[in-house]
């Protein structure tokens, strides 16, 4: 892993239009490869499109190291994609496969995986997947060297809608069976979205308060961390803040909270391994924390 | 550097009563100092009580490596004490020629400076000391290789005060000559301190708006990194998050802040070195990004 991408490279990174487009993707996968290719993003093990439901976009890909130590924390990544699109793999590239490598690297089993998508598929069928994904983990994650008990769980954007919204309680399962959550550039108070919106496809135009996960991230135990980009657009830094915000006025502290320094909302996940200071070292901190057997606080 | 503190020292500090007390003092370093005895925390050379003014308390200490390099970033901390105690150094103690030491490992020149106390010296005297001591610098660090066009000044508490007054203004200095500032458990908003509270003795019973730094750390343009410790008393909570919102509502973003997880009030600059993942690794991030030459944003 290197620590930091190169100077010139973040400045690029950070030059780039924060909003959310094919452009932006483009332009950011193009900087960050060279380094993945360079620093490797295939886990030694991978067993594909493992179902963990009758839909076909419930498969999960699990990236696992060449050992055979049990007890691994195990970390699960859902994808981001405006609700409507995105992958846990796109062959031929890092996406997500990175993520997979990175966890392999930190000790942890990796999982990606997919969840069904709209406008076939509405609200709360995110949370369910995720929910579906866990259950699955749970039965089966021995077998590849993790550890039931240990199980994190992490979201990119509209991942992070899931993941927040399965934290909140709306998959239909009982969340405190994982370990601790993790939000990156997520959306946690719906309001009314307007057509064009990606809310205004998974929501409907008139969700109830229900569908937000704020009020339930603020009620759980669960151990949870929040990012956002520098370069995040402006929706998604009102987000973060109105976290903060939330948390102090419910907890009197300020909550996890990465800056992702350097970084916009499709080069976050990105960041991962070959810009470890950005997000990778104070995530797998988060993890280790909450995974770890001699009882650190929490 | 190690990386992390080991899970049960994280737990021990967590676990301690996060009120600022002589005893929580005792307890963090007891719980910290075996870890930077064994890391080291001395640089290979230190140059100390060089005088930046004419008060006893005008003094700062250089810690430098053993080589001839030139145009080194120069790191200098501002110790922290409810303005009416503190040093740049405690003899026996890593207090705070760690921090120099941390700064060197990292590549840069290490400074640790005190200033004058209260009462006998109110504000806006902090400011002005940190002003004085970047006068100095600036004449001088090219002698010990460093760049003066690279000074970035961070401090802790009444430290990160000071450090906040000096970057608003306050200090009597363009504090434009700086490139970059951090404030660790600062406070930005300076209300009418009660008698006992440590802001009473600095700014008297009823200080006027223009002691507060936030309208100016909003105003500047140097880049800012703001933290706040996981256990720090409520006050700091408040503060961190009162910059998070007064930050959006002018920039539209969230500022750059690190949560120290795992830390308290006393125990964050002593994560230097001893647990970088908490602080230092941000942190040097931070430093590099914005006195690189090769032209990073900002």
Chains 1, 2 share one sequence.
Do not use: C
Request: hydrophobic share 40%; proline share 8%.
């Amino acid at each position: 892993m290197t620590d930091q991408l190169p100077p010139d490279v973040i400045a690029q990174l950070t030059a780039l239009d924060p909003e959310i487009t094919a452009e932006l993707a483009q332009a950011s996968w193009a900087l960050l490869t060279p380094f993945h290719e360079k620093a490797g993003y295939t886990a030694p093990q991978i067993d594909r499109d493992l179902a963990y439901g009758d839909d076909p976009r419930h498969r999960l890909d699990v990236h696992t190291a060449d050992d055979d130590e049990t007890g691994k924390p195990v970390f699960v990544y859902v994808h981001g994609g405006g609700f409507v699109r995105g992958d846990k793999h796109i062959p031929g590239s890092p996406q997500y496969d990175l993520v997979g490598a990175w966890a392999v690297r930190h000790g942890y089993v990796g999982v990606t995986m997919t969840y069904r998508l709209a406008p076939e598929h509405t609200w709360p069928s995110g949370a369910q997947d995720v929910a579906g994904a866990v259950r699955w983990l749970k039965q089966h994650i021995a077998g590849y060297g993790g550890d039931p008990d240990k199980i994190v769980v992490a979201g990119s954007s509209a991942g992070a809608v899931h993941v927040a919204s399965f934290v909140a309680g709306q998959g239909g399962a009982d969340p405190a069976t994982i370990a601790a959550a993790a939000m990156l550039s997520g959306i946690y108070v719906i309001r009314e979205p307007q057509p064009g919106e990606p809310e205004h496809v998974y929501y409907g135009p008139n969700p109830g308060p229900e569908v937000s996960s704020l009020p339930g991230l603020l009620d759980t135990t669960i151990p949870l961390l929040f990012s956002v980009a520098e370069r995040d657009p402006a929706r998604f830094q009102q987000e973060a803040a109105g976290v903060v915000s939330a948390w102090l006025a419910r907890h009197g502290t300020v909550p996890d909270l990465v800056w992702v320094g350097g970084h916009n909302h499709m080069s976050t996940a990105g960041s991962l391994t070959v810009d470890e200071a950005a997000l990778g070292t104070p995530l797998a901190r988060f993890v280790d924390r909450h995974t770890s057997t001699k009882g650190t606080a929490q």
